[in-house]
């Protein structure tokens, strides 16, 4: 690949990138997987985060905001730390990395496909470049959203 085709470069025009969803696996113990899915959205207005929301079967959805940097390094090489964090497995038939998240409340290890979430990633860096998330920014909306925080009232 030659230097100017980066798949981190934005293109001249941003295209829309569609949900992902993925089926994975809930490690619940050591033997004992739960498949489930996992939608993963990008918001070319909020780049540096994805959001994953994981389905369940019965009962409401859960909701992390993941840093787009920590996924993508995360599906060749260690990635993360404290709450979320992300590594590839041991290879194998077909490639999958580890997510594991963490809070006071619990703790959770997924294994899901590497491919269709590498190409995923691929495609919202060619709407948004790694240079570029962080232009335009309106930081107090952003924390607010990432915080899950009501928008302060207008005066």
């Known amino acids: 690949m030659r230097r100017d085709q980066s798949p981190l470069r934005a293109r001249s025009a941003p295209e829309f990138v569609p949900s992902l969803l993925l089926d994975l696996d809930q490690m619940l113990d050591e033997f004992t997987r739960l498949p489930m899915r996992a939608k993963f959205r990008f918001d070319p207005d909020m780049p540096a985060v994805i959001t994953v929301e994981f389905l369940a079967e019965r009962g409401p959805s859960l909701i992390w905001h993941i840093g787009r940097e920590l996924l993508h390094r995360g599906v060749t090489s260690m990635s993360g730390c404290g709450d ?63 915080l899950d925080e009501p928008a302060a009232p207008s005066e």
């Open 84 to 146: 979320v964090r992300m590594w590839p497995a041991l290879p194998g038939e077909r490639p999958t990395s580890w997510l594991l998240l963490e809070s006071e409340e619990m703790e959770a290890l997924f294994e899901l496909p590497t491919a269709p979430l590498a190409e995923w990633l691929d495609a919202t860096y060619r709407t948004v470049s790694a240079e570029a998330e962080m232009d335009g920014l309106n930081w107090d909306g952003f924390l607010r959203e990432l």
